[in-house]
């Protein structure tokens, strides 16, 4: 898969370990829109999507992850590569650690209902909400998200491909 680009904070030193998380994200086309979900509590949008699993696929993941914070089943013939983006930063819970995460971003197709969501605590504290949105709309509430310092590179991350999507293909 090629990587996109990479946000990197530099805030940490060079010589600390890394923690590695990897995740997948999913990009959902419908009507001209796409499938986010907003932070109610920041106002941010981001792709549905989380962290793989030990011995998890990326598409078992995919599949798991937008089915929890969306509600949507993903059908799984439809799972593209789209491409990753590395994020580095400090890590906001080891000391002297660099959190790494690469973020795989494939695109797919879901089917037609909505079924319950299955939010952890910090999902539900923030108040993921399915929603469907033009890139322009998910760009401007992301330039001006009010969200806290340590993800303040993830709802960048989530602008940036937003804007890769907008300049590289009609949504």
Not at 28 to 43: E, F, P, Q
């Amino acid at each position: 898969m090629k990587q996109l680009f990479c946000v990197d904070l530099k805030d940490y030193e060079e010589n600390w370990p890394h923690s590695k998380r990897p995740s997948v994200r999913g990009i959902i086309r419908k009507d001209g829109k796409l499938a986010m979900v907003h932070s109610l509590k920041y106002g941010y949008y981001k792709f549905p999507g989380g962290g793989i699993k030990e011995n998890e696929s990326h598409e078992a993941t995919l599949i798991r992850e937008v089915k929890e914070e969306t509600g949507l089943a993903v059908v799984p013939e439809t799972i593209k590569e789209y491409g990753y983006v590395l994020r580095l930063q400090r890590s906001e819970y080891l000391e002297n650690t660099v959190f790494e995460q690469e973020n795989f971003y494939y695109t797919c197709e879901v089917g037609e209902s909505v079924g319950e969501q299955e939010l952890d605590d910090y999902e539900a504290e923030e108040g993921f909400t399915l929603t469907f949105v033009t890139p322009e709309e998910a760009i401007r509430a992301n330039l001006s998200c009010r969200c806290e310092a340590f993800d303040k590179a993830m709802v960048e991350r989530e602008t940036r491909v937003l804007n890769e999507l907008k300049a590289s293909v009609r949504i």
